[in-house]
């Protein structure tokens, strides 16, 4: 079972900027789409970036600009780099890693907190 684990998360100015990595147990070519989504208090977990196989990135209007989202192939490793952000940015950002076979796989969360 592949294993996804968040890091680099954690409490920045708005304005500032912060770089998720999610790091997987299993070869990114596992996978047909790699993404991050973002989690508010009270609210429903929402898509932020994601990106295909083949290389195609799709962002998030709220995000559009600001966020990007790479793969390292060697290092199995999914990022976002955040900049820009704001305090409307924070919440719990997951990893979203689906297979071929059509399976999500998630890895446990990372907290961002955008401060004034």
Same mark, same amino acid.
């Given at each position: 079972?592949?294993?996804? &684990?968040?890091? #680099?998360?954690?409490? &920045?100015?708005? #304005? !500032?900027?912060? *770089?998720?990595?999610?790091?997987? =147990? !299993? ?8 993404? +991050?989504?973002?989690?508010? %208090?009270?609210? %429903? *977990?929402? %898509?932020?970036? &994601? *990106? =295909? ?5 799709? @962002?998030? /209007? ?5 966020? =990007? ?19 409307? /940015?924070? #919440?719990? @950002?997951?990893?979203?890693?689906? /297979? ?5 796989? +998630? ?6 907190? &955008?401060?004034?």
């Amino acid at each position: 079972q592949v294993q996804l &684990v968040e890091s #680099g998360g954690g409490l &920045v100015q708005a #304005g !500032g900027s912060l *770089r998720l990595s999610c790091a997987s =147990t !299993g070869s990114l070519f596992s996978f047909n789409t790699m993404g +991050w989504y973002r989690q508010a %208090p009270g609210t %429903p *977990r929402e %898509p932020g970036a &994601v *990106r =295909t196989s083949g290389g195609s990135t799709s @962002y998030a /209007d709220s995000v559009k600009g600001r966020f =990007t989202i790479s793969t390292n192939n060697t290092k199995n490793t999914v990022y976002l780099q955040m900049n820009s952000l704001k305090i409307e /940015d924070t #919440g719990v @950002y997951f990893c979203n890693c689906r /297979d071929w076979g059509n399976n999500d796989h +998630w890895g446990q969360g990372t907290q961002v907190t &955008v401060s004034s």
